[in-house]
């Protein structure tokens, strides 16, 4: 494997080329496509794109060798600078390529990203919110397809609206190499979700999402696929601003199919007004930092122990009456001290949540309210980079624990509050 710069593998190589779009790349070797179908999301969030990839970069102005790219880590972004040099085999690229062979912002952004982890290797496999989060900071809900809401069409539709970023996932298979028959689909792998329609066909109403798979093949080829004589049942108007029949990665197939053939999907926005579509809705957003600390600070989630008042706590206060909606999100983001992604390990943590008694004072509340008191809620403890839940919260006081679910754990964290209505966390 050899190293080469971008002007060795194109002498007239550019960083953007009118303008950036999931088409202009396509996976290689690295088995990163979790990543590579976020990056294919973020392509459709432009004014977050040139946030990430800030484009006034070349390899002729002012080229000094070098490229800056952007990622939020937890709770601020972080500018990462990389060289040109590209991993090679035979003089083509090893992991993501230009499809024109001239364009390498997105060969650069994946380096600096695999920075970020420690390395190429340290990419494989992972989700797509860990990489929405890092292209964004913003807040993301994960949907099991076989169990989604009888809304979920509502939720993608006003998802799109928002310009969000969406992705999916296909059921784990023989990692990634089986192809579900006579679909195309490729087992475990990772996609984005690029668009929604209703469309008539036979004066039915058929919603329609649209789909792109990061390798820039291999695509769907039930009915709706680029191929498929359906396309025939609409107006000629539908099908050109629809159908566009090019070996490129994506292709339509209707909800039905899709909540068949996924088994997830993941949203991520700014806020979550996706959710239930209030658009007027400014939701306040507090973020703190925190940390367990074996021995001092990690009480564990058993609400009995001796220890678990000695956990992190942060007061919210709700300070609109609510009529039963769910008005605050929670998000729990653990950092990791391993400085390579593919060693991290998180642990199983959540939340705890005790409704403040109104005598009680200011300050850290002590172990008794947690002999006396019985939770408001408890979360679901989880063993994963980040865990959001979304409660309905009256006006009135309340104690958030977060914590681990075994006692004296030490780990680092970022607590995010979202509330619909005026709230102060502290």
């Given amino acids: 494997m050899l190293q080469l710069s971008s002007s060795d593998l194109n002498p007239d190589a550019s960083f953007v080329v009118d303008g950036t779009s999931r088409f202009d790349f396509k996976q290689g070797d690295v088995g990163n496509c979790w990543f590579l179908s976020s990056i294919g999301a973020l392509t459709l969030r432009k004014s977050l794109m040139a946030q990430v990839v800030p484009p006034d970069q070349s390899f002729k102005d002012n080229y000094a060798g070098i490229f800056h790219l952007k990622f939020w880590r937890f709770g601020k972004w972080v500018d990462v600078v990389i060289d040109d040099l590209l991993p090679t085999r035979n003089k083509v690229p090893v992991s993501v390529s230009s499809r024109s062979g001239k364009e390498f912002w997105a060969p650069l952004l994946e380096k600096a990203y695999a ?44 998802a799109v609206q928002c310009k969000t970023m969406m992705g999916c996932g296909t059921f784990t298979g023989e990692k990634g190499k089986k192809i ?99 658009d007027a809705c400014q939701w306040n957003c507090s973020l703190k930092e925190g940390r367990w600390e074996a021995g001092k600070s990690a009480g564990g989630s058993d609400g009995g122990a001796e220890e678990f008042w000695t956990n992190p706590q942060y007061r919210l206060t709700v300070k609109e009456e609510n009529n039963g909606d769910k008005n605050v999100l929670l998000s729990l983001l653990q950092k990791p001290d391993e400085e390579y992604r593919s060693k991290v390990k998180y642990h199983a943590m959540g939340f705890i949540i005790y409704k403040v008694p109104p005598e009680a004072n200011k300050g850290r509340l002590p172990p008794s309210l947690f002999q006396d008191e019985q939770p408001l809620k408890v979360s679901e403890f989880s063993g994963s980079r980040e865990l959001i839940e979304f409660h309905s919260l009256k006006k009135g006081e309340y104690l958030i624990i977060p914590c681990t679910y075994k006692s004296n754990k030490t780990a680092s964290f970022i607590i995010t509050v979202y509330s619909k209505a005026e709230a102060d966390m502290e």
């Avoid at 797509?128 to 939720?155: N, R």
């Avoid at 006579?182 to 649209?210: I, P, W």
């Avoid at 820039?216 to 080829?221: I, L, T």
């Fill in 115 to 158: 920075k970020v982890c420690g390395s190429y290797g340290d990419m494989i496999a992972g989700n797509p919110p860990e990489a929405f989060k890092d292209f964004s900071g913003g807040v993301h809900m994960t949907y099991t397809l076989s169990k989604s809401p009888p809304d979920l069409w509502d939720v993608m539709n006003r």
């Fill in 180 to 278: 579900f028959d006579n679909f195309g689909l490729v087992d475990g792998h990772a996609f984005a979700v690029t668009g929604v329609r209703q469309v008539e066909s036979e004066e039915k109403k058929v919603n329609l999402v649209r789909v792109w798979n990061p390798w820039g093949e291999k695509e769907w080829n039930g009915d709706w696929s680029d191929k498929s004589t359906l396309w025939e049942t609409m107006s000629d108007e539908v099908w050109k601003e629809c159908l566009k029949v090019k070996n490129d990665g994506e292709f339509w197939m209707t909800m039905d199919d899709f909540c068949k053939h996924y088994q997830e999907m993941h949203i991520c926005c700014d806020s979550p007004n996706f959710l239930d579509g209030d």
